[in-house]
Structures are given as C-alpha cells and as structure tokens.
C-alpha cells in the first residue's frame, strides 16, 4: 500500500470518527457539567463548532507523518477556505443592529396585515419569509437574521423543548432549499451554477417555486401544530416600530446593507470581501451607538467548523465520487439527499459535477437532494453552524442534541422531498 492509499483510509477513518463525534458533543457536555475533573477538556469536546477543526488537526498531522511536514502543508494551501471566510464575514454583517431590526420592523408590519395572533404569524414569517429571503441575501445570511429572531422572539420565552427542536428542524430545512430562487445563494448550487449555465431564470423555474411551496407547508404546518403555544408566548417581546432602536438613521442601514451586498457580489472573492469586512468593522465602531456587540466570536467558531469540514472532506472524494457516479436519477436524489447529512451539500454537489457525463435529470437530483437533505445535522449545509451557534444555548445544558435535531428534521425533509421530487 503506498503512501496516498494510505491517507486515504485514514482520512476516511478519521472522518467517520468527526461524523460520530459530532452526534456525541452533548454527551460531552453532560460530563462538563457534573464531572468534577477535566471539566474544561470535556466541554471544549463538547463544542459542535470545534469538533471538525480537532479532527483536522488530527488529520493533518497524519499526512505529515506518513509523509512529510512539506505535504501537510501543501495539502492545505490546495483547499479552498473562501466558504468558511464568506459565512464568517456575512454572519457578522447581518447580526448587526441595524439589519436585524429593519427585517424585524418588515416582519411586523407583514404580521400586522395576517388575520392571526401577532405572535403566530412573527413565527410563521420567520420560518416561511427569512428563508426565502436566503435566496437574495445568502443562505447564512438569512439564517443568521431567522436564528436571532425566533431567539430572542420564542426561545427565550420558556417554550418547551419540544417546541424548540421542532423550530430548529423546520428552519434548517426550510434555510437548505429556500436559497434555491437564484444561482448565487445557497452554497450547493454555487458549486454547479456557472459550470452547468444555471442562471436565475432555470433556477426559479425549476427549483423555486417548489421549494416555496415546501418551504410555505413546513412553516405553516408548525404554527398550525403548536399553535396554543406559540399564542402564549408574550407578543409585547416584540420591536416597537416607535422604539428608539427602530428610529435608526436610514443611511446607517443602507451603508450597512451596502456592505452586505458588497459581500454578496463579490463571494467568490475573498480578497475582496476581507478587505470590505475591514472596512465595515471601522464603520461599526465609528458609530457605536447604533451597534450591539458584534458576533466575531461565533462567527469565527462557525468558520472554524467550516474550515475543518473543508479539511476533511478534500480527502473524501475518492470513495464519494464512484458511488455519486454509480447512480441513477432516483436513487442519486435519495442517495444525494441521504450522503449530505454526513457531509457537508456543497462539497457533495462540487464532487458531483466532477462526474463525466451527467444528465439534466441527474443533475437536477443531485442538487435537489442535496439541499432537501441539508436540514437533517448540522453538517449537512454550511449555514447549519451558524443557526445551531445561535440558538444552542436556549437548550437544556446549552447542547443541541444531534440525534433531536434529526428527528425534528425529518417530516420536513419528507415534505421538501415530496415537493422537489414529485411536482
């Protein structure tokens, strides 16, 4: 067996040991909490954000010593890291004061015109319109500004558990296929788009409006089941459109969106976005008092996540592709759909369009599955880490178990499936 052979195994080993970790970070937190010895090694274990960038690690410093620190090295520099940039730079951008309330001030006065409890209908917006917006503003963008909402709207309200993992299965499905409106938004579909010559009319045509239709069943049919507890949730938490916060000045929210939109137009670019970022952290702090705490810290965390998954998934690729190659349109869409709730969808639609040869229709099932099955963990899409980094401390023990979050995922994985399958 020679050297490369070998690396393959163990980083598909090393990989599957990453995959396992993660559904065990809240066994992780359990022993930080009650254990009176290594507390602080436990809960660092117990971090999702930081289980990819352990077992990176791990792997990298196994390729230097199966071969030579020179590789290890080279091996890096030939990954792409502009994704994990990206979602770090437009998840601080858009937790910002400014953007987060003038979506907010959209969202009430939407919920004003709905013939329902102002609560209701908030949290329905939140799972129908946030994501759909993903489509323009980015996916992690619109998970960022979603999270944030149902956060401080319901979350810290004191709903049950139930209520909470059944929020978070929706949002991440409904954030995985509402970005599918346009070529540029979600991260999967970034990896063909240009390659294949999708643009925003085929992807509208194609995969939007069923997507929405999917998106507007799987919001609807969670404010219809815990209706009674949703309604009890105290609707006065919500923005005042009179509020001081909400009397913002309009061109410190258009600078701020200017920025976003920078960012957007320039993703593929981080050179560029990096260096816009500088210069909207100077903004930020020129002009505090329009400011909350900016979310760096969990912004790097997410991408640190991100980088990891990058790490570990470039050395995937020699089991993945044979087996994408392998399959009809059918099973690629249930394959697609099941294989991106251990890998991240972007890397596994990227490996797909390596594939020589693909038809439309297997082209349409590889993405189409890769973003329906983009709820199910928080590795299955790039903007899950960002949504779970988020909302996790509102859970019991400030974990998010894995195992919860596939479960609450399923029957509107179920329904996006019916949807982008079946009509």
Same mark, same amino acid.
């Given at each position: 067996?020679?050297?490369?052979?070998?690396?393959?195994?163990?980083?598909?080993?090393?990989?599957?040991?990453?995959?396992?970790?993660?559904?065990?970070?809240?066994?992780?937190?359990?022993?930080?909490?009650?254990?009176?010895?290594?507390?602080?090694?436990?809960?660092?274990?117990?971090?999702? @954000?930081?289980?990819?960038?352990?077992?990176?690690?791990?792997?990298?410093?196994?390729?230097?010593?199966?071969?030579?620190?020179?590789?290890?090295?080279?091996?890096?520099?030939?990954?792409?890291?502009? @994704?994990?940039?990206?979602?770090?730079?437009?998840?601080?951008?858009?937790?910002?004061?400014? $953007?987060?309330?003038?979506?907010?001030?959209?969202?009430?006065?939407?919920?004003?015109?709905? +013939?329902?409890?102002?609560?209701?209908?908030?949290?329905?917006?939140?799972?129908?319109?946030?994501?759909?917006?993903?489509?323009?503003?980015? @996916? +992690?963008?619109?998970? &960022?500004?979603?999270?944030?909402?149902?956060?401080?709207?319901?979350?810290?309200?004191?709903?049950?558990?139930?209520?909470?993992?059944?929020?978070?299965?929706?949002?991440?499905?409904?954030?995985?296929?509402?970005?599918?409106?346009?070529?540029?938004?979600?991260?999967?579909?970034?990896?063909?788009?240009?390659?294949?010559?999708?643009? $925003?009319?085929?992807?509208?045509?194609?995969?939007?409006?069923?997507?929405?239709?999917?998106?507007?069943?799987?919001?609807?049919?969670?404010?219809?089941?815990?209706?009674?507890? $949703?309604?009890?949730?105290?609707?006065?938490?919500?923005?005042?459109?009179?509020?001081?916060?909400?009397?913002?000045?309009?061109?410190?929210?258009?600078?701020?969106?200017?920025?976003?939109?920078?960012?957007?137009?320039?993703?593929?670019?981080?050179?560029?976005?990096?260096?816009?970022?500088?210069?909207?952290?100077?903004?930020?702090?020129?002009?505090?008092?329009?400011?909350?705490?900016?979310?760096?810290?969990?912004?790097?965390?997410?991408?640190?996540?991100?980088?990891?998954?990058?790490?570990?998934?470039?050395?995937?690729?020699?089991?993945?592709?044979?087996?994408?190659?392998?399959?009809?349109?059918?099973?690629?869409?249930?394959?697609?759909?099941?294989? &991106?709730? $251990?890998?991240?969808?972007?890397?596994?639609?990227?490996?797909?369009?390596?594939?020589?040869?693909?038809?439309?229709?297997?082209?349409?099932?590889?993405?189409?599955?890769?973003?329906?099955?983009?709820?199910?963990?928080?590795?299955?899409?790039? +903007?899950?880490?960002?949504?779970?980094?988020?909302?996790?401390?509102?859970?019991? @023990?400030?974990?998010?178990?894995?195992?919860?979050?596939?479960?609450?995922?399923?029957?509107?994985?179920?329904?996006?499936?019916?949807?982008?399958?079946?009509?």
């Amino acid at each position: 067996m020679d050297s490369t052979q070998l690396i393959n195994y163990v980083g598909a080993a090393i990989f599957g040991l990453a995959v396992l970790h993660t559904f065990s970070t809240k066994y992780f937190l359990h022993l930080a909490h009650t254990s009176r010895h290594h507390a602080g090694l436990w809960h660092l274990l117990g971090e999702v @954000e930081v289980v990819f960038g352990f077992w990176a690690l791990v792997l990298v410093t196994c390729i230097a010593l199966i071969e030579q620190q020179k590789a290890a090295i080279a091996y890096l520099e030939s990954q792409n890291f502009t @994704e994990p940039l990206f979602v770090f730079v437009i998840l601080v951008i858009a937790g910002t004061r400014p $953007i987060l309330h003038s979506v907010q001030s959209l969202v009430n006065r939407l919920a004003a015109l709905l +013939p329902i409890s102002p609560a209701l209908s908030a949290y329905f917006l939140c799972l129908f319109l946030i994501p759909l917006l993903g489509s323009f503003i980015t @996916e +992690p963008a619109a998970m &960022t500004l979603a999270a944030l909402m149902l956060r401080d709207r319901f979350y810290n309200k004191g709903i049950s558990q139930r209520l909470k993992y059944a929020t978070l299965g929706v949002l991440f499905v409904n954030i995985s296929i509402g970005g599918v409106l346009t070529p540029f938004a979600a991260p999967p579909v970034l990896m063909v788009a240009e390659k294949w010559q999708w643009d $925003i009319a085929f992807m509208s045509g194609v995969f939007g409006w069923k997507a929405a239709i999917a998106v507007a069943i799987n919001a609807l049919l969670a404010a219809l089941l815990f209706r009674k507890q $949703i309604k009890a949730v105290d609707a006065p938490g919500l923005l005042k459109l009179n509020e001081p916060a909400a009397l913002m000045p309009v061109t410190v929210i258009g600078i701020h969106y200017a920025f976003l939109a920078a960012t957007v137009v320039f993703a593929h670019y981080p050179v560029v976005f990096m260096g816009l970022f500088l210069f909207f952290l100077g903004f930020t702090d020129a002009y505090q008092r329009y400011q909350d705490k900016l979310m760096l810290r969990e912004g790097l965390l997410v991408a640190f996540f991100l980088a990891g998954l990058v790490v570990l998934g470039g050395k995937q690729q020699w089991w993945l592709q044979p087996i994408l190659a392998g399959m009809n349109s059918t099973i690629l869409f249930f394959g697609a759909m099941g294989l &991106t709730a $251990i890998t991240d969808n972007a890397a596994l639609t990227y490996l797909g369009s390596l594939v020589a040869g693909l038809s439309d229709s297997a082209k349409y099932a590889l993405v189409a599955g890769a973003v329906t099955g983009g709820g199910l963990t928080v590795i299955a899409n790039a +903007p899950n880490p960002a949504g779970f980094a988020i909302l996790k401390d509102s859970f019991d @023990e400030q974990a998010i178990s894995p195992l919860g979050l596939l479960l609450a995922a399923l029957l509107p994985t179920a329904i996006a499936a019916g949807c982008l399958f079946m009509l």
